[in-house]
């Protein structure tokens, strides 16, 4: 189709800062996800003992004094690397930008956890008195906590705040950037999503309360959408930030350009606090489309959200079936495959590993199948190795969330 | 506990709280502030470590003792040698 949107309208890609349990940064990320390397290991957490997840191991330090690390939340770290790495990646003059002009839009699913159960175990030491919960506790867990770290670092003094989608949570974030881009509200933005889930034994509890805490005895074959004996989540932490232009600024300082932001949609499944709703997924998928005025079988690769849950993986295929069911040229993977669920930066960080797709024709896969559930049988599914397709032009990619949240964004090739 | 390992505990105090700080030419009797990256939040750090390791509470009326090393082992000496 021609796209007839303003210059000053579309808003681009620009940079990408990322961590994840297997790269930090998108070249070692991307080269991960096309050699099959998963980031899954072995875990040990208070309370739950052990157990698995994706964990990333980034140098705080490249970007914060000892001090700041100290002061602040991991979750605050995480956003600081990615928000870093993505301002150096933008190739930005970020010395002379006004930075009244950048807002910062961070995706998190929770905030706060960590570090209540931190100061709990804490004063349980002391007889629980509460004489010796920290001052830090306040400022560390207010939900703008990631996003304000980000300005504190950086100097930023435009917008922050953190955006609160469950596991939409990374799509809303750009999402969010993008419409304060193009509500003028900043010239230049941050935004995605960040995750410390792993550091509340909460999390992990609550998902193998669920019956939903995914086991494997060997770490890196434990994340296994599609697969008919998945047996759950591996919860894991990370962070991926895009810096968000419109185009016309992007253009007229020669930047890179990763990619268009051509369409987005969010809806909620009004349905169930934690199952999934398959029609109003699909909806999410449809409205996102006829936003970007684009039919399925132009979609290169959707990106789905998958989690290796037996329910949520049967419904999320369920909804994809009915909107890209009849196209024939789209392919499908999934990156928890290899990572596990980032939760806050899920949907950021699987978008990322896939955008490199525009370059280099080439799908990344969903690993781990071994026995693929007649379910979650998608036309087009990419299973265990990388396929090579050529062209690509636009990539969807689902992110949903408990309490029914759906997300879905379309990434066009400039 | 003597005026030297008083003094060894605060430094130990101090390492933690401004882990990027040389602290090994610190001015005993200069405020800290003016020698090290310390705000009102850090200081607070040194109550509360204080009241977590040795159970010790400083009313607030009293944390400006707490300026400089001289000042605060002066402070601190009474509630702590029988320690």
Redesign the interface.
Known sequence: MIRSVQDDRRIVITGIGLTAPNGDNLADYRAALLAGRSGVDHYNIRYVGDTLAGQCRFDELRHQ???EV??GTRAGSVGIYCAQEAVADAGVDWANIDRERVGVYIGVTEHGNVETENEINEIKA?DYDT??W???HN?RTVANNPAGEITLNMGITGPHYTIGAACAAGNAGLIQGAQMLTLGECDFAIAGGVSESIHTFGIFAGFASQGALASHADPARASRPFDKARNGIVVSEGGCLYTLERYSDAALRGAKIYGELVGYAMTSDATDFVLPNPVQQARCMELALKRAGLNADEIGIVSTHATATTSGDIQECQAVRRVFGKSTRTKINNTKSFIGHAMGAAGSLELAGNLPSFHDGVVHATINVEDLDPECDLPGLVLNEPQEVGDVQYILNNSFGMLGINSAVIIGRV | MTKDEIRAEVLDILTDIAPDEDLSSLDDSQSFREQMELDSMDFLDIVMELRKRHRIQIPEDDYVNLASMDSTVAYLEPMMKDM
């Open positions: 004094k000892r001090r100290r002061r002391f004489k010796v920290s001052h830090h400022p």
